[in-house]
């Protein structure tokens, strides 16, 4: 196998952080590099800048024994490094497609302080072409700099969710590499040599096919949640059950039963923003994506169908306090990047509702981000939250919503109506403390 000296990872957003983090925990020598001082400073002493369980241990521990640490200096980041892996932002820009600014100028930097043959990894989500245009970038400054470097483009995109990062990342179910470089594979290779040596599924490919793996896996696991959403569209009218028809379906191996739980629809900073810009690259080739476009739509749709619900069953949402537990866009972050909590607490508010919210990690960031245009009143508790509400409203189910007290939250409210909208309570148990329980498709 190649040998790894040292890796460079510039961006320490989810997957920089965390792929730097667990990269020093296999073993190898990381340098991490931003541009964000304050956030390198926090880094420099241990504090992480994002909710991600296990992932403090890993960076303190890794720091400790020298394998880890973090610079605003991308020179003395690359310097050193073979590999050097780009997992900067892709942020979605006004017609949906990805904007590839960061990951440019992060090209553009490597090149000017490249000193030696090194491999640049796109780790970021980036649409089909950018493993080419970075190329480009990179020739161009070498040109620039009259150096005739050696240099190979690999796209390794990463999969794992927020929440469970640290484990999806040690634990993947494949590890996609995307090169035509044979000295590029095997380096590769020994990057990830713990995985490899456990058996863990690579897929060796060419750039572009890796690049269309990472939107395909997004956009299939977008379409999935969304195909059992709208089932549970159809279950709520014809009185059918939407968990049982999840379950069944689920128990055919070809469907297969993960990312089938209908709910308020899926959000993130991945799905959304994943299908947008797939389609927009369907659009760039010729290519319209229909079915992709559907999926897109019926979330939004769905997402408003909540709200809808609410309204139906309060008779007029105007001048209630509606009680909102949960507002990250999924439990075991406090992430709130399209989040079905904002569409579903921006239309309330539209609608003339009085806003309570409780989440328990991620109300700084609703405050800062999602709903600094709403007046909302955050909650210390969830008991706190819905003291006076006419109804709660259950957005994401975070452990500590599962046993709640509904009694003692039914004696502090005005209106006794539950809306599960994770289906984490059994109708019976919440009807029978006396409140009236809507679910998502049962
Ligand atoms: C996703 C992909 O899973 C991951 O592989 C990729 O690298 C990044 O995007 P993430 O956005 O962190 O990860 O969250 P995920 O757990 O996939 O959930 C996405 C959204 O789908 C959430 O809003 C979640 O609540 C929703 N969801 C998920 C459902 O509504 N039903 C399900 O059955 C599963």
New binding site residues.
């Given amino acids: 196998m190649f040998d790894v000296n040292q890796i460079a990872v510039i961006g320490t957003g989810?997957?920089g952080l965390v792929s730097g983090a667990c990269l020093s925990e296999f073993g190898l020598k990381v340098v991490c590099m931003d541009v964000d001082e304050s956030k390198i400073n926090c880094l420099k002493r241990g504090i992480i800048p994002i909710y991600e369980p296990g992932l403090e241990e890993i960076v303190v521990r890794n720091e400790k024994s020298g394998r880890l640490s973090f610079t605003t200096d991308i020179g003395e980041a690359v310097e050193h490094a073979t590999v050097v892996f780009i997992a900067v932002g892709t942020p979605p820009q006004e017609d949906g497609s990805a904007d590839l600014k960061y990951v440019l100028e992060a090209a553009r930097s490597i090149a000017k302080c490249m000193n030696g043959y090194k491999i640049i990894v796109d780790k970021s989500?980036v649409p089909v072409g950018t493993g080419r245009k970075v190329k480009a970038v990179i020739r161009e400054v070498l040109r620039e700099r009259g150096v005739d470097y050696d240099f190979d483009v690999v796209s390794n995109?990463?999969?794992?969710?927020?929440?469970?990062?640290v484990n999806?990342f040690m634990h993947p179910d494949r590890i996609v590499i995307g090169t035509q470089s044979n000295k590029a594979r095997k380096t590769m290779r020994s990057v990830y040599r713990v995985l490899y040596i456990n058996n863990h599924p690579f897929v060796f490919t060419n750039v572009e096919t890796a690049e269309v793996i990472?939107y395909a896996?997004?956009a299939f696991?977008?379409t999935?949640?969304t195909f059992?959403?709208e089932i549970a569209n159809l279950c709520e009218a014809v009185g059918a059950n939407v968990q049982q028809v999840s379950n069944a379906i689920g128990l055919d191996k070809r469907i297969g039963k993960?990312?089938?739980?209908?709910?308020?629809?899926?959000?993130?900073?991945?799905?959304p923003k994943?299908t947008k810009a797939l389609v927009n690259t369907g659009k760039e080739f010729g290519v319209e994506m229909s079915l992709i476009d559907s999926v897109i739509n019926a979330n939004d749709l769905h997402k408003l169908k909540m709200v809808d619900k609410i309204t139906a069953a309060l008779g007029d949402v105007e001048g209630k306090t509606i009680a909102v537990l949960g507002l990250s866009?999924?439990?075991e972050?406090d992430?709130v990047r399209?989040?079905?909590s904002s569409t579903i607490v921006h239309e309330l508010h539209r609608r003339g509702a009085h806003i309570r919210a409780y989440d328990p990690a991620a109300m700084e960031n609703a405050a800062r981000f999602a709903f600094s245009d709403l007046p909302i009143a955050y909650a210390q508790d969830e008991y706190d939250c819905v003291a006076g509400a006419h109804a709660v409203v259950l957005v994401?189910?975070w452990n500590q919503f599962r046993s709640l007290d509904l009694e003692q939250m039914k004696s502090t409210m005005a209106a006794p109506y539950f809306f599960d909208f994770?289906n984490i309570y059994e109708r019976r148990d919440v009807e029978e403390k006396g409140f009236a329980y809507f679910g998502v498709g049962r």
């Fill in positions: 989810y997957v989500t995109p990463e999969f794992l969710r927020e929440g469970s990062a999806d990472k896996s997004n696991l977008a999935k949640i059992i959403n993960y990312f089938l739980h209908a709910g308020p629809g899926y959000g993130g900073s991945c799905f994943d866009f999924k439990p972050t992430d399209e989040a079905p994401t189910e994770r």
